[in-house]
């Protein structure tokens, strides 16, 4: 069986202050509950060591947003995974379209980012997704072939037990628009049947696949009924105390 994973992206929000102030209460609201679920927080670079340390002894896991692929060196305003990982992070995100589209990342320079996030042993949250564009076009299955191709190329069965995946249609992300269940369900399946494909069904049936893109606490119990969606990667709703907690208790 999978474990849910509901990971909240806050991408540039919140002071180190707000970040801290947001985990302290999510901890206390989540205290009563067993880990039933994995619940991630990511928040800005700069509030992550403060936030490991509200929520030290908690079920809370920390998420980076972004790292850079190499250890150290003359890389300006960049973070290394080696640092993520002392500063408390398990897990870090890689490959969001917002990187892809705003900042030019291509699929080698995240496959050598995925491996960096290894190599520190942090989780990777690989995302993938296509435009609207690529959906009307009918190219939403070769589009994310192509990215999981070029983001695992090389990639061991082995490897493939510490990463999860998160399948975020761009036209989804921020725009209120969700996709259907059923279409997140045959990209996910399709997801699912590719890494039975690449890495054997040991690795495929226990990978969590995640799905991203305007999921609020109305629309995620429908997505989690579907049998290859395993959790929710969250932007905007889960900079709420309220809407982040109802998409964690779906
Ligand atoms: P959204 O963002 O929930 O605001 O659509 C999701 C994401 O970018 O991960």
Redesign the pocket.
């Known amino acids: 069986m999978r474990k849910p994973v509901i990971a909240g992206?806050w991408?540039m929000h919140k002071t180190i202050g707000e970040s801290v102030d947001f985990a302290l209460r999510l901890n206390k609201e989540l205290a009563e509950r067993s880990a039933d679920t994995d619940v991630i927080i990511a928040p800005p670079f700069i509030a992550l060591r403060p936030v490991a340390e509200a929520i030290s002894s908690s079920v809370i896991h920390l998420a980076a947003q972004n790292l850079h692929d190499k250890t150290e060196g003359a890389f300006t305003g960049e973070v290394s995974a080696r640092m993520l990982a002392d500063a408390g992070c398990e897990y870090v995100i890689v490959g969001?379209?917002?990187r892809r589209i705003l900042f030019g990342e291509k699929d080698d320079f995240i496959c050598r980012k995925l491996r960096a996030a290894l190599s520190a042993g942090l989780r990777p949250i690989f995302?993938i997704g296509e435009t609207s564009e690529e959906r009307d076009a009918g190219k939403t299955l070769a589009v994310l072939g192509r990215q999981l191709k070029g983001g695992l190329n090389n990639f061991t069965a082995h490897d493939m037990g510490r990463v999860v995946i998160?399948y975020?249609p761009v036209w989804?992300?921020?725009?209120g628009k969700t996709a259907t269940p059923e279409a997140a369900q045959e990209a996910h399946r399709f997801v699912r049947t590719a890494m039975e494909r690449a890495f054997g069904k040991d690795i495929s049936s226990v990978l969590p696949i995640i799905y991203?893109?305007?999921?609020n606490p109305g629309n995620i119990g429908d997505l989690m009924a579907e049998p290859d969606i395993d959790g929710a990667?969250?932007?905007?709703?889960?900079l709420d105390i309220e809407s982040f907690t109802g998409i964690i208790r779906f």
């Open positions: 992206n991408k969001h379209s917002e995302c998160a975020e989804a992300i921020g725009t991203g893109g305007s999921v990667l969250v932007g905007g709703a889960s």
